[in-house]
């Protein structure tokens, strides 16, 4: 039986891509960067409850004029309201639904971005008496 004769330039260019396909499997994956001019962003999904329905403790009229003297003003570059509702499990067990509106405001992240987010979560609770305004 006759030995393969493999050119040394063969078995050098095989030996440095199997050397670099290793490499890939061990390096850990790169974090993703924002393109050149754009800057890192958050969002924020604010659940507000207590409104909108024939009984409810917010009217429409009421929830239109926070968003145009709340939101608007700490959010001018723009914001999206949602229809939603909640549920929870109250007093004898017993579910308890309520109509609910979810805002989303997405906003470069800076150090104010918190604050503002914040303010409008308890300018909320403060106009129409809720313990709470859920933000995630």
Known sequence: MRALAVPLAIVGAVATALTALAGCQTAPPAAPACPVGQISQ??????LAGAFGPSSKVSKAQFRKYVDEEL????????TVLDGGRQ????ENKAIREAAK???????KSHGAQSRIDAARN?????????AVVEV
Do not use: N
């Open 42 to 47: 958050q969002t924020a999904q604010l659940y």
């Open 72 to 79: 608007t003003p700490r959010f001018p570059d723009g914001l």
């Open 88 to 91: 929870w499990r109250g007093e």
């Open 102 to 108: 979810v805002v989303l405001i997405v906003l470069p």
């Open 123 to 131: 300018a909320y609770k403060a106009r129409f008496h809720q313990d």
